[in-house]
Each structure stands twice: as C-alpha cells, then as structure tokens.
C-alpha cells in the first residue's frame, strides 16, 4: 500500500513570514501526480497547488510553491508572505491508480 | 470553475435507520466520482468509487452492502448508509472530476444517535 508521511502534525507562523510543509510518499510509478490540498475550518477541500512528476520545474502558484525531490519522493509545500486565510489543515495527497490517497494533514496556524 | 453540490449538510438520524447523500456534477459531466469519510481530526479515506452506469468499487475493509452507492446519471452520484449506526457518525465527502483534477462537495457530518 501507498504510504504518505506528513512528520509536522501542527505548524504555526508569524503573519507575512514563509513556513514550509513537508510530505514524503512511496509510488512504484514513474509518471504521476502530486497535489496539496487546503482543509479550513468549513472542511471544503480546496486544491491549492498540483506537479506533474515528469516536470523538473517546481510548480509555483502566486504565493505558493512546492520543493519536489523525485528521487527523495519528498514534496514540500511552502507557503510564502503567511496570510490569516492559510489557516487550515493541508494535506498532501499522491495520485495512484487514478486514486488520490491523503497524508495525515499537517494543521497550520497564523500568529497575526 | 466547475461545482460539486452535495446534500444535506448535516444530518441527525436515529441508529437502524438509513440515511442518503447525494453528490451532484453541476456544470459537467462526471463518468466517475469518488466517496470518502473523515473521522474528526483525521485524514480523508477514500471508501468507493462510484462509476456511472455500473457498480461502484469499494476500498478494502468498506462494507458494500452498508454504504450502498448509486451512480445512475452522469451527473448524481448517492450514497447511502444503510441501517446506521453510531459507529458510522462521521464527515462523508464526495468528489468528480478526472483524478487529475478534482472538485469536491463541501461534506456531509453525519450524526448517528
């Protein structure tokens, strides 16, 4: 079975300042999705950034970004200029066999 | 961007009794949809996939004669829980799309009394 680690059960950040998320995983695919996902306290999964495994480029949306290590099968989330809304629980979640399959979710929170 | 309504939101029911939830394709067409469970503080668990015009494919350990899954347009997909019980209290959430890119309902809590 496919196994997603996310090691930072809780994270806090100063407002404005950059926390990063890690997240490790196993696939015996060579071509696949990543994605990070953003739980708030209304519980609507909102899809907050997604790599291509075959891309080198690190993905990169707005303040958002992500650290992808595919030998290391390490993808990191960080999060830049922290704003009050990041608060949630984030998860990190692969996609094998057409299937996504969920971390463990790391909850954030923003010290204002 | 493309929608996925689910309902009710919240439901309380009484144990024995059988509860349905409904996931529903707004603006698109979805061939396939997806059905998880959330206990509090935990991660998402997938429990079935649900497939248009065919039987839907449960995950190991899901009882398939208690989460009954109906998948009969390409745009409703429903969920029911039959027979409830308090063990079953917990967040259902549904999702459609393609795997690449999903849209997800905004959750059903359901509590069991």
């Known amino acids: 079975a496919q196994t997603v680690t996310q090691s930072q059960p809780e994270m806090s950040v100063q407002e404005a300042e950059t926390v990063t998320l890690s997240c490790t995983y196993d696939t015996s695919e060579s071509d696949y999705y990543l994605f990070w996902y953003k739980q708030p306290p209304s519980r609507q999964m909102i899809l907050v950034i997604r790599q291509e495994a075959y891309k080198q480029q690190n993905a990169t949306e707005n303040r958002f970004s992500v650290n992808f290590q595919k030998a290391a099968k390490s993808f990191s989330l960080k999060i830049s200029d922290s704003q009050l809304g990041d608060a949630a629980m984030y998860f990190c979640a692969p996609l094998r066999a057409q299937k996504l399959v969920f971390g463990q979710g790391t909850r954030l929170t923003i010290n204002p | 961007g493309a929608v996925v309504s689910q309902h009710p939101s919240r439901v309380i029911c009484k144990s024995g009794t059988s509860v349905k939830i409904e996931c529903r394709s707004l603006d698109f067409q979805a061939t396939t949809m997806f059905w998880y469970r959330q206990f509090p503080k935990q991660s998402l668990m997938l429990m079935a996939t649900?497939?248009?015009?065919?039987?839907?494919?449960?995950e190991q350990g899901v009882e398939k004669d208690k989460f009954l899954i109906n998948h009969a347009s390409l745009t409703l997909s429903t969920l029911t829980v039959t027979s409830a019980h308090p063990e079953d209290s917990s967040f259902y959430i549904c999702?459609?799309?393609?795997?690449?890119?999903?849209?997800f309902g905004s959750g059903t809590q359901l509590s069991v009394l």
């Open positions: 649900s497939n248009e015009g065919s039987k839907a494919t449960y």
């Open positions: 999702s459609a799309g393609t795997p690449e890119k999903l849209f």
